[in-house]
């Protein structure tokens, strides 16, 4: 059975994270990029409401996770690895799932 997946982040999810989530809920998922803002439980229930996900992937602080958690959906974290390029800049790449 087809696992729904909303992936709930500004930037699309790459090769190395849609590979982790299949190795972790099987080849046959669905993936759906939503990069809307949230803040609240309501805006967090109407994207649950209008895509009707199985799991839900953020890349969010710990500290939202009381609030992802609170609408009854698995919830998975991607963990970024951050690293410096030569000019000082900030990259970020993705790591693994956590959940």
Do not use: C
């Not at 696992?3 to 849609?18: F, Q, S």
């Not at 590979?19 to 759906?32: F, K, S």
């Not at 996770?65 to 970020?92: N, W």
């Amino acid at each position: 059975m087809t696992k729904r997946i909303v992936h709930l982040t500004r930037h699309p999810a790459g090769a190395e994270e849609v590979a982790d989530l299949q190795l972790i809920y099987g080849a046959d998922v669905e993936i759906v990029e939503v990069p809307d803002h949230w803040e609240t439980r309501e805006e967090l229930q109407r994207i649950v409401n209008e895509h009707q996900p199985d799991v839900l992937s953020v890349v969010a602080g710990i500290d939202q996770y009381p609030l992802l958690t609170s609408l009854g959906i698995e919830v998975i974290r991607a963990k970024m690895a951050r690293s410096l390029d030569g000019t000082g800049m900030v990259s970020r790449q993705f790591a693994y799932h956590e959940r």
